[in-house]
C-alpha cells in the first residue's frame, strides 16, 4: 500500500503569513511529520506529497525528518488554482499499481482512524463522522441502504438518505478505482474544470459505482482539519489533549 498527501494549497483562510497548514506544530511536531509517522507505523511502502505553495519549506521540512527516497514529491506550479490540480500532478502515483491512501494533508487526528481506514474490509473506503457540525462548510457523506449517496458540502434537501455525516478526508482506493480516479482528474483539467475541489473528482465516480465504495465510522474518534485560525486554537486545547488521552491508555 501507498500514500498520497495532498498538501500544494496556500490556506487562504488562514490569513497571511502562515506556512503551508501541513507545516503547522502541534506538541513541537508539523502535521507532515504526524502523518509520516502514522504510515510509516502501518508499513506504507512509500509516500507522494504534492507540494506547491512554500515548496522549498516542504523539502527542508522532508529533508529535516531524514524520510529519504521513502517519500517523493510532485511540484504543482498552479497551487493557487482548484486541487483537482493537485490531484492530476500526483496521477502518476495513483497508477503505479495496488492500494493507494489519498489523504488531505491538514488534519490532527489519532492514528486509529488512519488504522480503521487501512484495516477496513472495503478496497475503497471513506471515513464518516457522524458528530458533524451543521452548515455547508463540513463535506458531508450521506448514505442510503448502506451505500454512500452522496458527497459534497452542499446536499439537495430533497436528498432522501438515513443519516450523513462528515468526511475526514482520508481515503482509500483499491488499484482499479485509483486508476479512474487519475483519469477523472485528467478529464476535468481536459475540460478546463481547474477551479474545482479534487473531492468532485472523487463525486464522480461514488455516484457512477455507488456499491463500489463502502465507509468506516469513526465517530469519537479525536481528529480536526485546519482551515482557520479557530480550528488551530481548538485543535491545541481540545483535540490534541483528547489524542494525549488515548496514547496514554
Known amino acids: 500500500m501507498r500514500a498520497i498527501i495532498l498538501a500544494a494549497g496556500v490556506g487562504m483562510r488562514l490569513g497571511g503569513g502562515m506556512p503551508p497548514k501541513s507545516l ?15 504510515l510509516r507505523a502501518l508499513d ?25 527516497s521513502w517519500v517523493h514529491t510532485t511540484y504543482n506550479p498552479d497551487y493557487h488554482e482548484g486541487n483537482v490540480v493537485t490531484l492530476a ?20 487526528y ?19 463522522d457522524r ?19 452522496e458527497f459534497r458540502k452542499a446536499v439537495a434537501p430533497d436528498l432522501v438518505h438515513d443519516f450523513h455525516g462528515e468526511s475526514v478526508g482520508f481515503f482509500k482506493l483499491g488499484e482499479a478505482m485509483a486508476v479512474r480516479l487519475a483519469d477523472t482528474a485528467d478529464a476535468y483539467l481536459a475540460a478546463g474544470r481547474r477551479g474545482e475541489y479534487y473531492e468532485e473528482a472523487l463525486r464522480d465516480l461514488v455516484l457512477a ?4 465504495f463502502g465507509f468506516e465510522d469513526i465517530t469519537g ?19 490534541l489533549p483528547r489524542i494525549h488521552e488515548m496514547e496514554a491508555a
Request: proline share 2%; net charge negative.
Open 221 to 239: 474518534l479525536p481528529w480536526i482539519e485546519i482551515d482557520f485560525q479557530a480550528d488551530i486554537e481548538r485543535a491545541r486545547a481540545e483535540v
Open 209 to 212: 459505482d455507488s456499491q463500489a
Open 24 to 38: 503547522i506544530r502541534f506538541d513541537e511536531r508539523s502535521l507532515l511529520e504526524r502523518h509520516l509517522a502514522s
Open 131 to 149: 458528530d458533524i457540525e451543521p452548515g455547508e462548510e463540513p463535506v458531508k457523506i450521506c448514505v442510503r441502504d448502506g451505500a454512500i449517496v
Open 44 to 68: 506504507v511502502a512509500e509516500v507522494e506529497v504534492g507540494i506547491g505553495y512554500e515548496a522549498e519549506a516542504m523539502r527542508d521540512e522532508l529533508r529535516a525528518l531524514g524520510v529519504g
Open 89 to 108: 500532478c500526483v496521477a502518476h502515483a495513483l497508477r503505479r499499481g495496488g492500494d493507494v491512501l489519498l489523504m488531505d494533508a491538514d488534519v490532527l
Open 110 to 128: 489519532h492514528r486509529a482512524l488512519m488504522e480503521r481506514l487501512v484495516r477496513s474490509r472495503h478496497g475503497n473506503c471513506f471515513l464518516l
